[in-house]
């Protein structure tokens, strides 16, 4: 959005949002891939501390969500859309209404099987029929439908359906698009000419010998076969798919726009608060990579957006780098709601009045999928050394002065001057001349990894 500096994409509702808003112009999330980043969103807690290391994991009881914490029976709450923490298809956590949107997250040893989404029968009630051999939806299918039947349509329906029925209560609600997501595809593939797509500053740096090793594998296979249905060798190839990636991110803007209007509409908006943010990025084309997974901005930096009416709708900036580890604690003290259970985040509050925070560092985790076999236990890396992402451990930090070290348990490692060198194209880990810094931040890992029980070892 254009807060962020693109002014091409339209998002016209989205960039309104922004001048009402606390906009975090450098928010990062917990670990930059769905199950676990989402988990830490909803909990407070780091995906070491509620077990979601990976995804395909089920949330467990014990892990409390945001309305579990507030603990107010005045509430109507309510779950819409992606959920993508097991047992997509049932009510839990706290949340009263459930609208589910997919089924292959219905891994649950305990639950009903064969049970369908919300919006599988809002397809099926349409007439449509299903495209797969189990009788589901695949995203491919529903991503080709006319725009009023794909998810964010039927997303932006439900909300102002519950809104509209709760309008004189207290409401937590939730409403988590898929898109801007694999397939990459969408009903606005047409809207932006793919000439005119700005590719990444950084899409011809090349990955060298010192960045880690998966994820140089990760650039030479997008070189050499289709991602997610797309070749990727020619500038051609990406700015088409580019443009895809915008035309869905408008879509987003549309419900996002229709939903704020009912706000509006129905008398609602200045005193609700109202949170804009994403459970990871997308490389895109930075680095020649796509998809997310890695320590790189592009993947691991998000949008983050505050409407706190009460505090005024007009827009602050905060430059610091933050986390969404606080963002359970910064909702928890807007609202004036205490909860029992300690969290390892606090309020980012003060830093819209120019004020300190308790920690300054922010930390990112990555727990590999191949290795991620439960919380903080690891199995050996393959002979060879890391073939992928999913075969790595990693641990970085942000400093409020602008680096960035990324450390691994088995590959190399990255250090960034992010004021100097914003689109990481130059790592300085093996340079020799910054030994202080990499003895400072890696004390900083090592310090944020004893408080909150993270035993990953790092080389």
Known sequence: MKVYGNHKVQTPHLNRLADESIVFRHAYVTQPVCTPARSSILTGLWPTQ?????????????????????????????????WHLGDEQFAQHGFQEWVSMEEYQDNSPTRAKGTRSAYWHFLKNLGYTPDTGNGLFSREFAARLPIEHCKPAFLEQKAIDFLRRHKASPFILYVS????????????????????????????????????????????????????????????????????????????????????????????????????????????????????????????????????????????????????????????????????????????????????????????????????????????????????????????????????????????????DLKRDPHETTNLYYSGRHQDVIARLRSKIRDWQAATGDRVVLK
């Open 177 to 416: 698009f898929l898109e801007p997501h694999m397939p990459y595809t969408g009903p606005l593939n047409g809207l932006y000419d793919p000439r005119d797509v700005d590719l990444p500053p950084n899409f011809h740096d090349p990955i060298d010998d010192d960045e880690p090793k998966a994820y140089r594998n990760a650039r030479q296979k997008g070189l050499t076969q289709p991602m997610y249905g797309f070749p990727l060798r020619t500038e051609e190839q990406w700015r088409r798919l580019i443009a895809n990636y915008w035309g869905l991110i408008t879509q987003v803007d549309r419900s996002v726009g229709a939903i704020l209007g009912a706000l509006e509409t129905l008398g609602l908006a200045d005193n609700t608060i109202v949170v804009f943010t994403s459970d990871h990025g997308d490389m895109m084309g930075a680095h020649r990579l796509i998809a997310k997974d890695v320590m790189y901005e592009e993947s691991a930096k998000v949008p983050w957006l505050i409407r706190a009416p009460q505090r005024g709708r007009t827009q602050r900036i905060v430059e610091q780098p933050v986390s969404h580890i606080d963002l359970v604690p910064t909702l928890l003290e807007l609202m004036h709601a205490k909860s029992n259970q300690k969290l390892p985040g606090k309020s980012l509050l003060p830093l819209t009045e120019s004020k300190p925070v308790a920690e300054d560092h922010v930390f990112i985790q990555w727990n590999g999928f191949n290795r991620a076999d439960g919380p903080n236990r690891t199995k050996a890396v393959a002979p060879g050394g890391p073939q992928s992402v999913q075969d790595l451990y990693a641990r970085a930090v942000v400093s409020p002065d602008g680096w960035k070290l990324n450390l691994t348990d088995c590959d190399r490692h990255q250090l960034f």
């Open 50 to 82: 509620n077990t979601m290391v990976k995804n395909g994991f089920i949330l467990p009881a014990t892990a409390k969500c945001f309305p579990e914490l507030v603990n107010d029976p005045e509430y109507r709450t309510g779950y819409h859309g992606k």
